[in-house]
């Protein structure tokens, strides 16, 4: 395997040898992923992308709802609860980190990988010039994101060779298009609703996609206003994100979000406990986008929808089939860059909790499952003493009300690209003279609701 990336980088063989290595998987082991491969089809067809969502690493740490690699002995502390039990990497651990995912595992710049850049980032113009192999404006945005994306992440981290980061800014600007193009560009919700319909609320390990217009806040869905943590503000997410919440009233199948929040409000002391109520929230992310004059533009696509329910005691789902284990359950959809390609339109795919990722936009490169990450913070237990079943969006610190403003996340967030924006700005002057670390504190870039 190792022997597959060397080539392609090095060598320069063709793309599809890398890609063939490895689209279809997460973290496979090396030795398993050259066989497997041969019986996998499925691949993204685009350099880019390959170039700046693909990695080997050793993660820095590792979840230990991971299978550990033979002759690794572990030793699990009894006492830490499954979802944060965790080890270091070791250098059996080495996996080639890759797939349709939305943050990248390039941790870091590889200097190998300088010239395969200038010569995509060429390859990429010729196409944008020709009009037989243009990139649709849907395609052109989700190449320009991950270009955004890698590039912001590669002038926060030390050792970044200047040119490197000068290719990826002008690539930005060349895949850039106006503000009326990408407002234009369709939202893709209702295409994952229809794509994931009729599947019923069983365990996490099924999809399950609201059947309500959760986003035209229907059937007792209401939009929350919030503080975000750093996860949410835009220069960490390069999205903006929208969150929505619906509480049943007890016992009945009629919601009364209003009801439940004021309860909650007026709930006293112990905030750290399982609603009499079942309660859904759905956090959907859209991507931003951005213009030749270089402005930030939070478009109308959206790329991840994670949707959460807080079973009430009576719902009788065994706490064991949730994902939390304790009563509360998360079903994830991510924007798919290969089926969106093939079909012209937003397509989704399911990210079951079982699936394995490394997450650094948590703080490092841990590898685990979905699972186990979002148990982290949204569990019904223990889960701080602020906010009732886990819901962070309704703690004490995020604030959580009501808002009639459908769009105030989205002006929110270009609002907060300021400080990207300015960067890119500073990038295209500077070239490939080197300039100090970007840096942002998000709690400045966070003003309040
Ligand atoms: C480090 C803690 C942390 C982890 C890990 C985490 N979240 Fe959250 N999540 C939050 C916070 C804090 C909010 C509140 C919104 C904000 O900060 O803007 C939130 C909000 C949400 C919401 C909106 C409703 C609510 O509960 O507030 C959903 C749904 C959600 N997260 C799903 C997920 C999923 C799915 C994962 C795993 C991929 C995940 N979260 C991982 C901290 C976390």
Redesign the pocket.
């Given at each position: 395997m190792r022997m597959c990336l060397k080539s392609t980088f090095t060598l320069r063989l063709t793309w599809w040898s890398l890609l063939s290595c490895s689209f279809a998987f997460q973290t496979v082991p090396f030795e398993a992923l050259a066989d497997d491969v041969k019986t996998d089809s499925r691949t993204m067809g685009d350099p880019l992308f390959a170039l700046l969502f693909t990695d080997i690493l050793i993660p820095t740490e590792i979840g230990t709802v991971v299978p550990v690699p033979a002759g690794v002995e572990v030793a699990v502390d009894p006492q830490r609860p499954w979802y944060f039990g965790k080890r270091e990497g070791t250098s059996a651990d080495e996996r080639l980190f890759a797939g349709d995912v939305r943050v990248s595992p390039l941790l870091k710049w590889r200097e190998d990988r300088t010239e395969a850049l200038h010569n995509v980032a060429n390859e990429v113009r010729a196409a944008l010039a020709d009009p037989q192999r243009r990139p649709t404006p849907l395609m052109r945005l989700s190449m320009q994101w991950d270009v955004l994306s890698v590039w912001w992440r590669l002038e926060q981290t030390e050792g970044t060779p200047p040119e490197v980061l000068e290719e990826l800014a002008k690539l930005v600007v060349d895949l850039a298009q106006p503000a009326e193009v990408l407002n234009s560009l369709p939202s893709g919700y209702d295409l994952a609703q229809a794509q994931f319909a009729g599947s019923p609320m069983g365990t996490y390990k099924s999809p399950w996609f609201s059947p309500d217009d959760v986003v035209g806040e229907q059937a007792g869905w209401k939009q929350?206003a919030?503080?975000?943590?750093?996860?949410?503000?835009a220069p960490h997410s390069m999205r903006a994100?929208r969150?929505?919440?619906k509480a049943l009233e007890p016992v009945e199948t009629q919601a009364d979000t209003e009801a439940f929040l004021k309860s909650w409000a007026t709930s006293g002391l112990n905030r750290d406990w399982q609603p009499d109520r079942q309660v859904q929230?759905?956090?959907v992310l859209s991507l931003i986008g951005v213009t030749p004059e270089l402005e930030a533009v939070a478009t109308p696509v959206v790329d991840e929808i994670?949707?959460?329910v807080v079973h009430a005691p009576h719902d009788g789902i065994p706490p064991e089939e949730t994902t939390s284990r304790d009563g509360s359950s998360?079903?994830?959809y991510y924007l798919s860059r290969a089926e969106t390609q093939n079909q012209g339109q937003p397509a989704y795919r399911f990210v079951p909790g079982l699936e394995e990722s490394l997450?650094p936009e948590?703080g490092t490169a841990k590898q685990t499952t979905?699972a186990a990450?979002?148990?982290?913070?949204?569990r019904i237990e223990n889960s701080g003493r602020q906010?009732p079943g886990?819901?962070?969006?309704?703690?004490s610190?995020?604030g959580?009300e009501i808002t009639t403003d459908k769009l105030h996340r989205f002006r929110l967030a270009e609002a907060e690209m300021k400080v990207v924006t300015t960067r890119l700005k500073d990038r295209l002057a500077a070239g490939a003279k080197p300039l100090p670390l970007a840096e942002f504190d998000y709690k400045k870039t966070t003003k309040g609701l």
């Open positions: 929350l919030r503080r975000s943590s750093k996860l949410f503000v994100s969150v929505y919440m929230t759905a956090m994670r949707f959460r998360i079903w994830l997450f948590y979905f990450q979002c148990t982290l913070c949204h906010s886990g819901i962070r969006s309704v703690s610190y995020a959580g």
